[in-house]
C-alpha cells in the first residue's frame, strides 16, 4: 500500500478535533431509534469524513469556513425520505487550541 505524504497545512486540519452544533448533531447524526448504533456510526464518519475532505480541497488557502453538504435520511430514519443538508465547517480557535466546528450552513427555521 502506498502512502502519500501529507502537507503541513493538510495535517494541521486533520489534526483538528471536531465539534459539532447541536443543531448540526440533530439534523446530521442523530436517530430516533435507539436500536440503531451502526447507523449514528456511520452518519458521524460519513460527515466527519465530509467536513475534512472539504476542508482538505484547498488546505493552502486556509480558509475559515468551508460550506459541503451530504444526502442523509431524516432524524426518523424514513428511508424513502432522503435530504439534502447544507452544512459548513469553520476552524474555530479558543484560547487553548483550535477546532473544526460543523454547523449548518443556514439556521433552521421555526414554523409559526
Known amino acids: 500500500m502506498s502512502h502519500t505524504k501529507l502537507t503541513p497545512a493538510a495535517a494541521r486540519i486533520l489534526s483538528l478535533p471536531v465539534v459539532f452544533t447541536p443543531e448540526a448533531w440533530q439534523q446530521a447524526i442523530s436517530i430516533d431509534s435507539t436500536l440503531a448504533m451502526a447507523d449514528i456510526e456511520d452518519r458521524l464518519s460519513f460527515t466527519i469524513a465530509a467536513a475534512y475532505q472539504a476542508a482538505l480541497a484547498d488546505p493552502s488557502q486556509e480558509q475559515e469556513v468551508v460550506d459541503f453538504g451530504l444526502h442523509r ?35 433552521l427555521t421555526q414554523a409559526a
Not at 474555530?92 to 443556514?106: C, E
Request: hydrophobic share 35%.
Open 73 to 107: 435520511l431524516p432524524p426518523d430514519g424514513d428511508p424513502h425520505a432522503p435530504l439534502w443538508l447544507d452544512l459548513q465547517a469553520s476552524r474555530q480557535a479558543d484560547s487553548k487550541q483550535q477546532q473544526l466546528l460543523i454547523s449548518l450552513k443556514q439556521p
